[in-house]
């Protein structure tokens, strides 16, 4: 269902009126997980002002350590969304395990995140299959195109095509940077499917100061938009505080993007 031999043209994902493929390109930014509400309405108003039309945040967050910060849960969602409608901004947050389904939708989550660690968590992938809300579907950091492809077809499979892929950056040997940004996948991703494809320049590099190239190579070869970590005041973030772009440099990377994406 997700190759380009059964859908010629581009599939266009549609969030409460948001477009985000075929031509238009969409970047959704906001941090990396839910603090507070100050925290959330801030970053709203900075996404916002930025020129961004959707906003992320983890309420459920999959930490490496069990003594890390795992996210507030329910509470950060009704946090979230406190925030966001304020701008009428939807909200991407992560789903971690199908049990919590049922609390995404009673508080109508408006694009559902499988991270990097869930790309081959086959029931949960089942799961969203079942419903009709937008996915998007990182990829596995040690995954091949042909896994994540075939991840992808399990939630098609289930009857829901709106499904955006995310490349968040692989392992490799390379130590320097968190992730390594695999900017080939992109026109590969784009010959091999007709669904949109975005990439997370903040996971792959790790470092704010990358953010602003990765992102600009990210559309220069061809991605339908970026999934940005931004943090009203970096240092403070109670998690990745490093790779989390101050508002002002959201702000700059937004001015420098429309170029790019009017040149190809
Ligand atoms: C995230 O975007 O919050 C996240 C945890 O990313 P990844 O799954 O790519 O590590
Ligand atoms: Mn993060």
């Known amino acids: 269902i997700v190759g380009r031999e059964w859908h010629k043209q581009d599939s266009i994902v549609d969030i409460k009126g948001i477009k985000l493929g075929g031509n238009q390109i969409q970047i959704i930014a906001g941090p990396c997980s839910v603090e507070t509400q100050p925290q959330m309405d801030a970053a709203a108003k900075f996404v916002h002002e930025a020129g961004c039309r959707l906003m992320r945040g983890g309420a459920f967050k999959p930490r490496t ?39 995404f939708m ?59 892929f995310c490349e968040r950056g692989i392992r490799t040997f390379e130590t320097y940077y968190r992730n390594v940004l695999d900017v080939t996948a992109i026109p590969v991703l784009k010959k091999e499917t007709h669904l949109p494809v975005i990439v997370d320049p ?47 440099e959201l702000k700059t990377l937004m001015g420098s993007l429309g170029a790019i994406a009017g040149a190809i």
């Open 106 to 164: 009673k508080h109508d989550v408006d694009v559902i995140q499988i991270g990097t660690r869930s790309m081959q968590n086959f029931d949960l992938l089942k799961e969203v299959g079942t419903i009709n809300k937008p996915v998007i579907l990182k990829r596995g950091m040690s995954a091949t195109i042909s896994e994540w492809l075939m991840a992808a077809e399990y939630i098609a499979a289930g009857g829901n095509h709106n499904i955006i």
């Open 65 to 103: 350590s069990p003594y890390a910060f795992q996210g507030h849960g329910e509470e950060g969602l009704v946090m979230f969304r406190k925030a966001a409608e304020r701008y009428n901004l939807p909200m991407v947050t992560e789903l971690m395990d199908a049990r919590q389904l049922d609390t």
């Open 202 to 248: 903040s996971h792959a590099g790790g470092k704010a100061w990358m953010v602003p190239a990765l992102s600009r190579a990210a559309i220069a070869a061809g991605a339908d938009g970026l999934l940005v970590e931004m943090h009203p005041t970096p240092c403070e973030a109670w998690c990745d505080a490093d790779q989390a772009l101050t508002p002002d």
